[in-house]
């Protein structure tokens, strides 16, 4: 008999503070501490997923996953287990092969329904069938018209941070680690390709089988679907993408393997054996997402001349920072971004120089200041230790985590010098494999770790609990930046503009150029800058970027920059870019024409860009 009954909203915090309970497994009883979780139903001390089976069919008529997740599961006695789940439809309940009561409660906006299933305490596994809605956030469908190559459908779903719940029922924690394999059909002209060990062609049937060995959590977990190909850069690392991409995402990430080969030198082994990127349709999201073994990436950072290959270097940096480590909570999440950034740009400057990393950390200092700015009224959302009850973790995910992570990271490096903070973090690594970390774990760590054994006194619970920036930050500087804004100030005070002084600038310095102006500049200078390097018609995608956010600031119309402004929002889904853009039509009282352009871009979104720009937008 199954009865599905509507239960009353209730508190969704249901991790007990670092609640110590003794997991019983046959051989012995191992404690588990599990922090308070802030976004997920799961009761992981009463009964917790290990693995997950997962058979699914992806449709594209209907624009729908069914299929059936199974879960073997470590059961404490208990006579339930609770799963978290979103706008899906439930379509039966098995512990162990037979029908079992469920209930699916009310639906909370953020966090979705808990999915509580009555287990016994023998229930070895369970199994939920079911379908996605089209209310499926992390989905997204595209039409061909949506693709490069504009003719089949692609399918890519977005799990950060608590949106795997929304196409798998799944006790979606970041302190929840699970392996998984599983069973995906799609249309046989189509590829598809997961968070896991990967197919390098297609098969004849469009059936594939994925296995990924080592636990990860949840929202690491990812499907992407399109008539894609693979080309390989080494023996272990390569990229995906439709046909008219891959030659081009070929190129433009040739030094993957130096990349990984660099981060290993640094913090230890590479541990999930495949470093793969997909270049995904533009509207992507996000930059990158460090999805395990397979990064999903924007085609945005494809700018001809591997210029904005710092995000792959982030991504994989993440292969340490959040894949290996994990957060234990969202509102631990600098611990994942802050130590990702850090990495990245020591990977960047293990391949480049310190050159190129100074700039792209002081992109990032200025990042930082622009955020804090932001928050002053609100100091307390300049934290690193976020307090998110009650909030959407996406609340957290701004510069703080990212760029006050890394200068914290770095002054600590600085204090107490690279050689020490690099064995420190090696073994931060080692320790910490395949685990998570709350903050104040760390902290401990760090104290007994670094502090202490070298005899250091350092503020940080200065850096991690309180707003703004500690004094003892790291003074980060860069003459090829220093050199940009003295010519800027140059073109600004002159008629004429030498456009021969920039020809061996990099896109860091066209960048730090452009988000120089002063606010004294004007339409015309905007003009006579713009006739001289052209800048509204920039390939580059971060160039294009930051220009188009003077011109709207700056009230400048020019050579076809609206057009191409409009083109662009409707193209790219990238939130980052999109809001930054929105932002800056909002910020100079030109929310008409936003809304205008929204109106036509909108649909293009995925559902996590869309849902802050609605936002932004008052919509
Ligand atoms: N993990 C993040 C993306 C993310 C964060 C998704 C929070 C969902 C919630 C990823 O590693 C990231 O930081 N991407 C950046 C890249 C950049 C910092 C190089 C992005 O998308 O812009
Ligand atoms: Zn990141």
Redesign the pocket.
């Known amino acids: 008999m199954i009865k599905i009954k509507k239960v009353a909203l209730f508190t969704p915090l249901l991790f007990v503070l670092f609640s110590s309970c003794k997991t019983e497994s046959k051989d012995q009883k191992q404690v588990v501490n599990y922090a308070e979780e802030l976004h997920s139903y799961a009761q992981p001390n009463k009964s917790v997923i290990k693995h997950l089976n997962l058979d699914i069919t992806v449709n594209f008529e209907d624009q729908v996953i069914d299929g059936v997740a199974t879960y073997t599961i470590d059961n404490n006695k208990a006579s339930e287990i609770i799963l978290d789940s979103k706008f899906l439809d439930i379509v039966k309940v098995e512990a162990d092969g037979k029908i079992t009561e469920y209930e699916l409660g009310e639906v909370n906006e953020q966090l979705g329904q808990p999915l509580t299933i009555h287990i016994t305490e023998d229930t070895k596994t369970i199994s939920v069938y079911y379908k996605t809605t089209n209310k499926t956030e992390a989905l997204q469908w595209l039409s061909p018209q949506q693709t490069a190559d504009k003719t089949h459908p692609f399918l890519f779903t ?1 799990g ?2 608590i949106l795997t719940r929304t196409w798998i029922p799944i006790q979606d924690s970041p302190q929840i680690r699970i392996t998984y394999d599983a069973t995906v059909r799609v249309p046989k002209e189509l590829m598809a390709v997961m968070s896991a060990e990967n197919p390098k062609t297609k098969t004849v049937d469009g059936v594939y089988s994925f296995k990924m060995e080592q636990p990860i959590s949840p929202y690491l977990i990812a499907l992407a679907v399109g008539d894609i190909e693979y080309k390989a850069v080494s023996e272990r690392t390569g990229v995906y993408a439709e046909k008219s991409m891959i030659d081009k995402a070929h190129y433009e990430f040739s030094d993957m393997e130096k990349m990984v080969v660099a981060a290993e030198n640094l913090y230890g082994d590479y541990d999930w054996d495949q470093f793969d990127v997909i270049v995904l349709p533009p509207s992507f999201p ?5 999805n395990p073994r397979l990064t999903f990436a924007t085609p945005t950072v494809i700018a001809g001349d591997r210029s904005l290959t ?2 792959i270097a ?2 994989l940096a ?1 292969s340490w920072s ?1 894949n290996l480590v994990t957060n234990a909570t969202w509102n631990d999440f600098w611990l ?2 802050g130590f ?2 850090y990495f ?1 740009i020591r990977i960047m400057e293990a391949l480049y120089g310190k050159d190129r990393a100074n700039m792209i950390a002081l992109i990032g200092r200025q990042d930082l200041d622009d955020e804090i700015e932001s928050f002053k009224n609100e100091p307390n959302r300049t934290k690193l230790k976020l307090d998110l009850k009650g909030k959407n973790p ?1 609340d957290g ?1 701004n510069s703080i985590a ?1 760029d006050k992570g890394y200068l914290f990271l770095r002054t600590l490096e600085e204090t107490v010098g690279r050689d020490k903070f690099d064995a420190f973090l090696k073994d931060y690594f080692k320790t910490h494999a395949f685990s998570t970390i709350t903050t104040e774990k760390f902290i401990d760590y760090i104290n007994t770790n670094l502090l202490e054994p070298n005899k250091v006194t350092f503020n940080t619970e200065e850096w991690i609990y309180q707003p703004g920036i500690p004094s003892n930050q790291a003074i980060i500087s860069s003459d090829k930046f220093a050199n940009a804004e003295k010519v800027l100030k140059q073109f600004l005070s002159n008629d004429t503009i030498d456009a021969s002084i920039t020809k061996d600038w990099t896109t860091l310095e066209w960048v730090h150029f452009i988000r120089n102006f002063p606010d004294t500049m004007t339409t015309e200078d905007m003009a006579r800058i713009d006739k001289a390097f052209d800048l509204s018609n920039a390939t580059n995608s971060h160039i294009a970027m930051v220009w188009y956010e003077q011109a709207i600031n700056k009230d400048y119309h020019g050579n076809n920059v609206d057009q191409n402004i409009e083109d662009f929002l409707i193209r790219v889904g990238r939130r ?1 870019y999109v809001n930054t853009l929105f932002k800056a039509f909002k910020n100079n009282d030109k929310i008409d024409e936003a809304i205008a352009i929204y109106e036509k871009s909108r649909g293009n979104y995925h559902s996590v860009t869309a849902s802050t720009i609605d936002e932004l937008l008052g919509l």
């Open positions: 977005q950060q941070a996000f930059g990158g997402m460090e710092s995000l982030h991504e993440h959040g994942n971004e990702t950034v990245e996406d995910m990212y980052w």
